[in-house]
C-alpha cells in the first residue's frame, strides 16, 4: 500500500485501510486477505489485489483517489465477518472481544497482543462515497456458463450458531444401550431430524453445513460424553432464515429430551440479506459490457461478503470472476489469469465512470 | 515388582512381566497399567497392583511362587489388547507393527523408540499353569445390587474397525445441497441406518459404539471433505458379530453409493467370546463365599480384557470388585477401598487354594 502512495492505517479490530492523499472524497475497493484451513489463494485476496492496483494506477495516472482495504477475520475464526461488523457497528468491540474461536480463545486475547492496532482509531467512513468489493465467485455458474464477470445484485443472509449435546462418558462394553447418554447419537439424530423438517421450507438455493463436529473424549472404546457442533444456513430470504432458527433450537431440545442429554447454544451470529447499489452495480455492467461483451450476467452471491456489512454505511456493490469448476476453499481453488486480468480491467472502468 | 523379589522382563511389544526365582510352574495374575482419555485410577492398574501384592505376600509368608504382568497397550491405541494378543500369538509381531493410531504414527514407531525392550524376547507361555485377572467391573451391576465380589463366566467377543467417508470439501455458501458431497452427512446417515437394522437382531446385552469421529477440515464454513471414524460392537455370540460387520460394511457402501461418497475400511480387530476355566472359577468363588458370603454373585464381563487372548494359552479366569455407580473410564471411576481390600484377600485364598 505504500508503494501505492497509500497511507495505511490498522483500526482497533485489524482492518487494514490504505489511504489516498488529501481528505476529498473517495471510493474504497477491497475484500479480506485471510481464508480457510486450506483454503486456496485466491478467495479474498483477489479484490485487495485488485483494488491495490486500480489504486495504484489511477495515482500513477492522475485518476480519481481510491482507498483500499484488507479486513481482518472475514472467515470467522471468531464469527463471520468479524472486522467488517465491527467497522461497520453492526457489532460493538466490547461485544467482539468476547468472541471466541473453536479453541476457546478469546478476540481480546487474540488482539491483545497486536501493540500495532490496539492504540489506533476507526477510520470514518464519511471519507467513502461507497465500496466495491471484486471477489472469486466460489460457485459454479460462470465457469459452467463459459462468463468472465458477474455482476452482484445481492448477497444471502447468513445465520450461524455453536451447540452442545452433552450426556455421559462412560465405558463402551458394560454400558447397555438403553442407559447411555451418547452425545454423538444425539448429534448423528439431530442431523437427519433437521434434514427432514428442512425439506419441507427450503428453496433450492437455501444451503445449511455442519462444518465442525468435536467428540469428547474421542475415543473408540468410549461413550462420547460431549459434541460440540455448529451450524450453519443461508438463505436470501430473513423470513426462512428465522424459521430454519426455530426447527434448529426446537429439534435440539427434543432430541435432548429423547435421549437423556443437555442441549446448550451460543455464540449466535446474523447477517440479514443485502441488495447492491442500483447506480454502482450499472457501472460495473457497463465496464464489463465492455471488457467481456456477452461474456456477463447479474447474479446474487450465495457467499456472504465483507459488502454485506459495509451497506450499512454507503452504497456497495460486488463484481465476481470465475472459480474453475466452482471450488473454493480448498488448494484446488483457481482462476484464468486472463479473467482476473479482465476482473481488474472492468474493475477500472467502472471507477473511472463512478467518480 | 523387584522390591517384591520377582526378576523383571519385558517383552519386544512391551508387556512388562515379574517372574519368581526358579523355574517352578506357576499361577500368573495381573492385568493392564494403561487407560483411557479421561479414564480413572483403576482400571487394568487395580488387577497389576492386587496381584503385585499377593505375590509379594506369597513370597514373604512363604506361599506359592505367583507372576506378575502389566500387558502393553490393552486400552486399543493401536488396536484392542495389542500386548496380550502378540504375547497369546492371536497376532504376529510383523502385524502388530503395521497397526496404526489415530494420529497415523504405527507401532512400529511407537516401539522403535524404547530400546529397552526391542531386543529383548516373549516369556514363554509354558512357565505359567493359569491366568487370574482381578479388575473393576467397569458396569453397573455389583454395585446396584450391593455385592463385592464378581466370578467371572465369560468374556463378550468384540469387533472393531475404522471407515472412511471421503467427498468434496467446498464453500458452505456457494455449493447447492444437491451437488453436494458432504462426508459428515453421509456418517449421520450411516449411523441411523446401522441403528435401524441393528434393533432387528441384537439382544439388550449387544452394544455399538461410534466412540471416534474427525471431520476434516473440521471449519463452520466448509462442507466437510472427509470423517474418519470408528465403530466397535460387542456380544457374546459370534455369530450375531458376524451379521453386525455385514450390516455395518454394507450400509457403508450403500449410504456412500447414494451420497457421492467414497468408503473406505482399515485396521479391522476381532476378539471371540470367551469362556473362563471352570475349575479357576471355582476357586474364587470359594475364596469369595468365605470372604463375602452371599455378597458375590457370577457374572459375564461386557468388557473386554486381556484373559481373552492369555485363554489361548492357559487356563484363565477373572475377579471383579465393585465399580461406584458403574462409571468407568472417566476421572469419577472409584471402588470403595474396603472391597478392593476384599478382592485382594479373595484373590490370594484362590491361589493358595489352586496350586
Given at each position: 500500500m505504500e508503494a501505492a502512495g497509500l497511507t495505511v492505517q490498522i483500526d482497533p479490530v485489524g482492518n487494514v485501510f490504505g489511504l489516498p492523499p488529501g481528505d476529498e472524497t473517495c471510493l474504497l475497493i477491497g475484500s479480506h486477505s485471510d481464508s480457510?484451513?486450506?483454503?486456496?489463494?485466491?478467495?479474498g485476496a483477489y479484490g485487495v489485489i485488485a483494488g491495490l492496483e486500480v489504486a495504484r494506477a489511477a495515482a500513477e495516472a492522475g485518476g480519481p483517489p481510491i482507498a483500499v482495504v484488507s479486513f481482518q477475520d472475514e472467515e470467522g475464526r471468531f464469527g463471520p465477518l468479524t472486522g467488517s461488523r465491527v467497522w461497520?457497528?453492526?457489532?460493538?468491540?466490547?461485544?467482539?472481544?468476547?468472541?471466541?474461536?473453536?479453541?476457546?480463545?478469546?478476540l481480546a486475547d487474540a488482539r491483545g497482543g497486536a501493540p500495532e492496532f490496539c492504540g489506533s482509531s476507526f477510520v470514518s467512513p464519511d471519507r467513502?462515497?461507497?465500496?466495491?468489493?471484486?471477489?472469486?465467485e466460489q460457485g459454479p455458474d460462470l465457469d459452467a456458463h463459459d462468463q468472465t464477470i458477474g455482476v452482484v445484485d445481492g448477497i444471502v443472509g447468513i445465520r450461524s450458531e455453536f451447540y452442545r449435546f452433552k450426556g455421559q462418558q462412560n465405558h463402551a462394553g458394560t454400558t447397555p444401550m438403553a442407559l447411555r447418554r451418547d452425545a454423538f447419537q444425539g448429534l448423528a439424530r439431530f442431523t437427519n431430524d433437521i434434514n427432514r423438517q428442512f425439506a419441507d421450507i427450503v428453496t433450492p438455493a437455501t444451503v445449511w453445513t455442519i462444518g465442525h463436529a468435536v467428540l469428547h473424549p474421542n475415543a473408540v472404546s468410549i461413550i462420547p460424553g460431549c459434541v460440540d457442533f455448529s451450524v450453519q444456513w443461508r438463505d436470501a430470504d430473513d423470513a426462512r432464515l428465522d424459521r430454519m432458527t426455530e426447527i434448529i433450537r426446537e429439534t435440539g431440545v427434543r432430541v435432548a429430551e429423547g435421549s437423556g442429554l443437555e442441549f446448550e447454544r451460543s455464540a449466535f451470529a446474523?447477517?440479514?440479506p443485502t441488495r447492491t447499489d442500483q447506480r454502482l452495480m450499472e457501472r460495473i455492467a457497463a465496464g464489463a459490457q465492455q471488457k467481456a461483451p456477452g461474456k456477463w450476467r447479474h447474479m446474487p452471491s450465495g457467499a456472504l461478503h465483507d459488502a454485506a456489512n459495509v451497506a450499512r454505511?454507503?452504497?456497495?456493490?460486488?463484481?465476481?470472476?470465475?472459480?474453475?469448476?466452482?471450488?473454493?476453499?480448498?488448494?484446488?481453488e483457481d482462476t484464468a489469469v486472463e479473467d482476473l486480468i479482465v476482473g481488474a480491467e472492468v474493475l477500472a472502468g467502472s471507477v473511472c465512470e463512478v467518480l
Open positions: 480457510q484451513p486450506e483454503g486456496g489463494w485466491l478467495d461497520s457497528k453492526a457489532l460493538s468491540l466490547a461485544d467482539a472481544d468476547k468472541l471466541t474461536d473453536t479453541s476457546g480463545q478469546s467513502f462515497c461507497g465500496f466495491i468489493e471484486p471477489h472469486i446474523s447477517i440479514s454505511l454507503m452504497p456497495v456493490a460486488m463484481l465476481f470472476v470465475p472459480s474453475i469448476n466452482g471450488i473454493s476453499h480448498d488448494f484446488a
